[in-house]
């Protein structure tokens, strides 16, 4: 990693520290609670799959009709599949192949060579339970990159920062002679994602009877943080339920940035939270991507889109992989709920926050000592040790 042309980094706004750290903990413990209420009801709930392929259509009618549909998936699970995407077979299977070649065919000290101990923004390889969402032991491995305006078809507008505000490369990658084709499979399949994302946000405006061009100037250089992720098969089977002795994947979670765009391999494992605090299992859809609202949304719209809390269990015999991408906006915008979301007399429930930095604390929540933390940091008469968690 160059470090070199840093900027001055910017110090994080105290209300998006606050937010990132304090306000994600409740917001999360007040889904957990409410959806132990016994008088609460699935009615509502359910995960639409979408056609969006009349959403590339001339017609804005026949786009509106695509928003109205998003509309009200988001108002209601937060959560939808979407089929007629236009993202090509090979370049999906494709990057599923590099996470299961990355996560097998990499040797030990070339993944430790990317280690995200050594990350600042949280990139790079992490091992199984290095870091952890709420405090369980996750049963996952992982390889984190983020944007650079080499993987943006449009080659970006040349300003984009690092989610603190400076601008040296923070992605880590495999040598091309470790894993060969990697990057380049990576960048295919970054560039066709990001085009459908900036494609999906003008939607996402349509459906909030905004312009359709609402967020455009947001996203000329946007966050776009995506995960390969390997989830091994348990030893033994795990019926759903609601034990803490089950192995979890990943944790109990809400998104952090607009809207997620999930493509995984075909064995399940995605739980959504029901109003009711049963879990959901998303079942596979070939082809399809499943979106859900993030924290972004849910704060920009007054919390009419649903930031779903959900989490990864593999309960099936099979590894699991997945290619999370968490579409962001450029990390200086500030997040604040939109006029038009709030009827006459209503407050915001959430303060104004700015984007890059409320990743990067929800970041460093994840591990006891933050990103870029390395045990040479640390004086060792105070003790301690990486990888160990927070809450
Ligand atoms: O792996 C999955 O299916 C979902 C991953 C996820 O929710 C996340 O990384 O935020
Ligand atoms: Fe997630």
Known sequence: MATDTRDAPRLPDATTYEEARNGAA?????RLAAAAKHDVTDNEFEVPVI??????????EDRQAVAARI??????????????????????????????????????????????????????????????IAGDEEQKEVFNFAYEAELDPTGGDGLYRNLDGTKYKGNMWPKDEDLPGFYDAVKEYYGAVLGLARHLFRLFALSLNLPETYFDSMTTHPGGIARLLY??????????????????????????????????????????????GRWHVASYIPGAFIINVADFLMRWTN?????TVHRV????????????FFFSVNYDTVIETLPTCLKEGEESTWKPIRAGEYILERLNATTQYGMGFQEQDVDPKLGGQSGTHLQ
Request: hydrophobic share 30%.
């Open 313 to 324: 269990v593999n309960r099936g015999t099979e590894a699991r992989y997945s290619v999370p």
């Open 231 to 276: 989830y091994p098969p348990p030893k033994n089977p795990q019926p759903v339920s609601p034990s803490s002795e089950e192995l979890i994947g990943l944790g109990a979670h809400s998104d952090y940035e607009c809207f997620t765009l999930l493509l995984a391999s075909s064995t399940p494992g995605l739980e959504i939270l029901k109003p009711s």
């Open 303 to 307: 919390g009419r889109y649903k930031s």
């Open 71 to 132: 509309q009200k998936a988001c108002t209601t699970s937060g959560f939808f599949y979407i089929t007629g995407h236009g993202v090509p077979q090979n370049v999906r299977d494709g990057i599923l192949q590099q996470a299961e070649r990355f996560m097998h065919e990499l040797s030990m000290d070339k993944k430790e060579a990317l280690h995200l101990k050594k990350n600042k923004f949280g990139l790079g390889w992490e091992p199984s339970n290095y870091t952890s």
């Open 26 to 30: 409740a917001y999360l413990q007040s």
């Open 51 to 60: 056609d969006i392929s009349p959403s590339f259509s001339p017609s804005l």
